[in-house]
């Protein structure tokens, strides 16, 4: 067996902890080589990037293996939300410190095209009525016409609530992404990490 398949054959966390303790040595930036990852870095993030209609983004949730996404999206304003302090350093020149229940404290309606929240419900954002407010709040700071990636492990321990019945979500529309054909995809991982894709509505109040 070579070397890339035994690596592959690794449980996720313990190739998360390699990566972590990688970076840590030699700094630099590292992507998690899990299918989740593949997914958002390589067709999800791309597509959007790829779209002129999409200039103002937010991606919320910052650590070391995100610090490279700003580059996916060179050339538009792209903004980072990371309630931790010390993960400052891994966001965007357009950071905000803050929970992301509060975002409407920072930004007008409307100010943002495209928001990503990826690996938040249920990692830090783990109470059910703060993941309400916080799905509002993406909401309220999406224009008409724009788009909430939403990406959570479908587990028992990391269901924080049920998108079906979520009242926030339910003033959004499904978007089927073209890219991979589907308004939901769930990853080949462990975890059932899921992808959700919604946008505003046109006219939308």
């Not at 999800?44 to 200039?55: C, G, I, L, S």
């Not at 321990?157 to 991979?180: G, I, M």
Request: hydrophobic letters at 45%.
């Amino acid at each position: 067996m070579n070397l890339a398949a035994k690596w592959r054959r690794l449980p996720e966390h313990l190739r998360f902890l390699f990566l972590r303790g990688w970076h840590a040595v030699v700094g630099g930036d590292v992507s998690l080589s899990t299918d989740d990852r593949r997914v958002f870095e390589t067709i999800v993030m791309p597509y959007f990037a790829a779209r002129p209609e999409f200039q103002r983004v937010l991606f919320v949730g910052c650590d070391w293996y995100t610090a490279h996404y700003g580059r996916i999206f060179a050339g538009r304003e792209y903004w980072t939300l990371e309630k931790d302090p010390g993960r400052r350093k891994f966001g965007s020149a357009n950071h905000i410190t803050d929970a992301l229940q509060n975002l409407p404290a920072h930004v007008k309606p409307g100010f943002f095209d495209l928001v990503l929240c990826n690996g938040v419900l249920g990692w830090g954002l783990n109470d059910p009525e703060e993941a309400e407010r916080s799905l509002e709040a993406c909401r309220v700071a999406l224009r008409p016409g724009g788009v909430l990636v939403l990406g959570w492990n479908d587990v028992p321990e990391k269901r924080v609530l049920s998108l079906a019945e979520s009242k926030s979500l339910a003033r959004f529309e499904p978007l089927v992404l073209p890219a991979l054909g589907a308004a939901s995809h769930v990853t080949a991982t462990g975890n059932r990490h899921t992808f959700n894709f919604f946008v505003r509505p046109l006219g939308a109040s």
